[in-house]
């Protein structure tokens, strides 16, 4: 069966860096998008950005544009986001999520990971 495993979430501080880490087993990934929401308290889960298959293309949320990087290792079935420059507004469950064709809307997505907490502290 699919799996997507998210890890790397923490407690960091305003200005830190982290990054998070996605591995996907069961799918064939050469024919997925790979694409990282988030999900703060009380709020609608939210789009962060995605990469295709060939990392040549990515897309991101305005609100990280610049600061948040994702990339993928197609050889180890994994996919990754680097958070920089973290704000205390980026604290949220982040996901990982597996699509064929969609983009920013998390219903075209078809496989999810079971998200990593991220909390940037002020």
């Known amino acids: 069966q699919v799996q997507l495993v998210e890890s790397g979430g923490g407690l960091v501080q305003a200005g830190d860096s982290l990054r998070l880490s996605c591995a996907a087993s069961?799918?064939?990934?050469?024919?997925?998008?790979m694409g990282w929401f988030r999900r703060a308290p009380g709020k609608e889960r939210e789009f962060v950005g995605k990469?295709?298959?060939?990392?040549?293309?990515?897309n991101y949320a305005d609100s990280v544009r610049g600061r948040f990087t994702i990339s993928r290792d197609n050889a180890k079935n994994m996919v990754f986001l680097q958070m920089d420059r973290l704000k205390p507004e980026d604290t949220a469950v982040y996901y990982c999520?597996?699509?064929?064709?969609?983009?920013?809307?998390?219903?075209?997505?078809?496989?999810w990971g079971q998200g990593t907490q991220v909390t940037v502290s002020s």
């Open positions: 999520a597996a699509t064929r064709f969609g983009n920013v809307d998390s219903a075209e997505y078809d496989y």
């Open positions: 069961g799918l064939t990934f050469a024919n997925y998008a």
């Open positions: 990469i295709i298959y060939s990392g040549i293309i990515t």
